[in-house]
Nanobody, 126 residues
Framework: QVQLVESGGGSVQAGGSLRLSCARS????????MGWFRQAPGKGREGVAT???????FYADSVKGRFTISKDNAKNTLFLQMNSLKPEDTGMYYC????????????????????WGQGTQVTVSS
């Protein structure tokens, strides 16, 4: 069983930055893929960024060049550095683990991840 706890969300103005963290505990058979997802009010959950143990990363087109996913294996922590934030980045951000490995890295699909955190709210005002 894997437990994921996100932190670092908050309210910022457009152009600002936030750094999300996800602390992971527990045992999992598959540790290769982790990711960040978000859900805006009234919309479905979508992939933001994923990272494989080999360092491969995938990003949604909407965040490329602004967000960076990384992890500290020694501390079992996943990060998402978010710069140049826009109002459309507003939403609940979720950390996910035990994702599906695909060619080139990790899937960005919501159904492909087995464990989820409770989420942390990010609000970007214009």
């Amino acid at each position: 069983q894997v437990q994921l706890v996100e932190s670092g969300g908050g309210s910022v103005q457009a152009g600002g930055s936030l750094r999300l963290s996800c602390a992971r505990s527990g045992y999992s058979y598959s540790t290769y893929c982790m990711g960040w997802f978000r859900q805006a009010p009234g919309k479905g959950r979508e992939g933001v960024a994923t990272i494989h143990d080999d360092g491969s990363t995938f990003y949604a087109d909407s965040v490329k060049g602004r967000f960076t996913i990384s992890k500290d294996n020694a501390k079992n922590t996943l990060f998402l550095q978010m710069n140049s934030l826009k109002p459309e980045d507003t939403g609940m951000y979720y950390c996910a683990a035990e994702g599906l490995t695909v060619i080139g890295g990790c899937s960005m699909g919501v159904p492909d991840f087995g464990y989820w955190g409770q989420g942390t709210q990010v609000t970007v005002s214009s």
